[in-house]
Structures are given as structure tokens and as C-alpha cells.
């Protein structure tokens, strides 16, 4: 009997009641923490499943915009094999970008995979560089009226290849620019007349020379250096496919040259041309030349 009351007494005992309590919501904490690190750790782990997953489509989405990007803009330029660095924060790709100097491959710069800018280049009295001593070409409108014009090829090397950029007097059709050139010279880009006539006039005070990366035009010749088969369609669904992948500026400056070649054909108004200095001498004879600026260049 005494036994039963001592029980009884235990379990209406105020304090022995209260710590059963603690115990049972210390235990409940205990296990709702425990699940909510669960949750966490699965939807951390499952974040970072997905980066991975994701992360190479993006980059392939950013290195096309890139790569598209210089199939419209850009002096016989090209984008060389990508290099892709996926992490989990701060992925990046790089890619070299390349001149072709008669077939052969001169490296300019690295490119990013989210950079389109153009270059800060170095002006001096023998011309404008890149950062690596690359010459860069620079082209003249034909329509606007230019203090001075340069055909001076008496620096060119026999033992080296050579780039050139020409400005013509005139506008020619690619079809008639095609007997314009000794046999032994094929121009493997063509500058294209994207300019209306209200940019035209704007240019005539401020008499602008464009550098190799602000050009707009149509390469002849492949990333290996093999003929393109029709040109100017290859142009425009090089340009269709950059409109599409690019976003903000760069899209704009590309609609701007789809509107350009959607209101008229657009004509041609400088040439590169890349070979030995003895071939490149002939350029100079051609009345149609009215500057001619000198670029990469490689040692035969």
C-alpha cells in the first residue's frame, strides 16, 4: 500500500511532470533539426547536381554568341578551339582568335566567353598594334574625303607573309569584284557598305578610319582556309544565326546590319588580301586601291 501511494505521488509530482515535458519538447527540437539539415543538405546537394548539369549548356550558349559574333564583325578573323574551366562559381571559357595570313594561322588574342568588346589598340607614327606587335588594319570609306591616303607597300619583307587592307575609290558587286584582281591575288574577306546615307554625311566632318574589329563583312575563305561555296549566302546565315544568339548591344549592332542589307544589297568597299610582299607589290597599280593599311603578318 505504501508502495502505491509513493507511485501515485511520483506521477502527480508537479517537478518529475515537468521534466518528463522538457524531455519530450528537447527530443521534438532535437528531431526537427535533425530533418531540417536533412532538407538542407539534400537541396544543397541538389543545387550544386544541377550547376553541374547546366553549367556546360550555358557556356556552349555564351562561347556561340562570342564565336557568331565574328563571323559579321571582324577583318579576316576568326575564333580558334574553345577552352572550357566549369566550376561552381565562376565558370569561364577562352578561345584564341586567329588571323589567316596566306592559309597559315597568326594567333591576335585570347577572347572570354562573355566578351565581345573591342580592343584597346596602341597608335604610333608607324601605324596602329595590338599588344603583341600585330600591325591591325584600318579602312577608309570611299565616300568621304580623307586628308591623306597611303599606298606604301616598300616596307613589306620578301622572307614574310603579309595581310592587307584595301579601301577602295568605289563600290563594286562581289561579282564584279571578281575580275578586278591579278590572278595570283583572291581577297579572303570583303568589306560590306552597311552606312546609310545619313551616316555617311555625319562622316564626311569627322572623316573616321575604322579598325579591323569595327568592320562589318563577308569572308571568301573558312576557318582552315578553304573557299566558301556562295559567299554572301554564307554571310547571311552567319548573320541570322549571330542575331539569334546574341543579347543587348552586340544584337543591336547586328539588327542594325540586317536592316542595312535588308533595305539594299549591300556593295563591297575594301578587300583583304593576304600573301609574299613580291605578290602584294601588284596592289599598287590598281587604280580602284585608294589606301592600303598593312596587318598580321608571318614569317615564310
Known sequence: MKNTENDLDAIFNHDDSTNLFKQAKR???QQNVFINLILVLSTVALLVIIKWWITPYLLTQDTAKVETYYTVFG???YVGQWQEHPKLLGSSATAPVYKLVDGIPVELKTVQ???????????SDHGVFRTNGQKVMTFMHPNVMYKEYNKDLTSLQEDTLYEVALSFSRS??????????????TPSWLWLDVFDENGVKAMQKEQPIFTEDEVVGISTVDQSGALIENPAAHFQEDLKLSISKNR??????????????????????????????KDLQQLKQLDFVKNITIGASVHN
Open 172 to 185: 563594286f558587286t562581289p561579282e564584279e569584284l571578281e575580275s578586278q584582281f591579278p590572278e595570283s591575288l
Open 113 to 123: 566567353h562573355k566578351n565581345n568588346t573591342v580592343d584597346a589598340f596602341v597608335y
Open 27 to 29: 527530443k521534438n527540437i
Open 75 to 77: 577583318a579576316n578573323m
Open 248 to 277: 543587348g548591344t552586340d544584337k543591336e549592332k547586328l539588327m542594325q546590319v540586317k536592316e542595312a542589307i535588308d533595305r539594299e544589297s549591300p556593295e563591297v568597299i575594301g578587300a583583304v588580301v593576304t600573301g609574299s610582299a
